[in-house]
């Protein structure tokens, strides 16, 4: 019996479409949004790819759209790559991709496909990370261990020192992000840290003192950052049904900002 005209085609783009995807097993990674140019998300100007999924329910977070796994809009790392490298001309020296979030590590398989592509092709890797999936369970671990090896710089968000504050915060223990934290600068990998301040919260003396403790153990740490608590998220709580926690609380003063930048020996 003759096919229909036309219905073979249709079928053929199917079937291509589908031994891309499966048989060829080509990893394909969430993303939130993408954003062309970015200035403050690692060294130079950088090309930013923001994942959705994150397990940490952070009281300020401000993205909580990203929270979300197996959500948005889908790419392979060629895909990306293709995209990133229109803007090659303007990384100069020491520009490239970043990888936010949400939580990159989540997505791991697909993280490391496209790091070991990027490398491939000579750019620069940058990964922003609170480190919530670290583990040293199998086969975690070993994923993770090649992905640094991949990486040239990690901005790794502390969000509190004092594990039960941390816990309060974000819903999880800070033990296991720590010590990914000594395992990135055994491993001579540079760091940027980044420390949200919040009122009421990590703004507290004796947390930025034992944060930057905690920071001068650290062998390879090149840039401290504190990020001023701000309301700007919250039209995204109320417009997605989700309870804000920080309800009423206020940005930080200029004096207390610079009170935690002098602690942290932030620039």
Known sequence: MPREPGRKEKSNHYFDDWIIRNIMSE??????KLESFGAVDGPGVRYLIFLNGCKMRCAFCHNPETWA???GQEFTADELLKKALRFK???KKDGGITVSGGEPLLQIDFMLDLF???KAQGINTCIDTAGQPFTHEEPFYSKWKELMSLTDTVLLDIKNIDPVAHKELTGVDN????EMAREISDMGIPIWIRHVLVPGGSDNDDYLRRTREFINTLKTVEKVEVLPYHTLGVPKYQEL???YRLEGVESPSAE???????????K
């Open 89 to 91: 001309p303007y990384w």
């Open 256 to 266: 207390r900002i610079a009170n935690a930048k002098e602690i942290l020996g932030a």
């Open 116 to 118: 070991r592509k990027a």
């Open 27 to 32: 990893i394909v990674g969430y993303v939130n």
């Open 175 to 178: 033990a296991n992000i720590l």
């Open 69 to 71: 796994e197996g959500q």
């Open 241 to 243: 049904g989700i309870p």
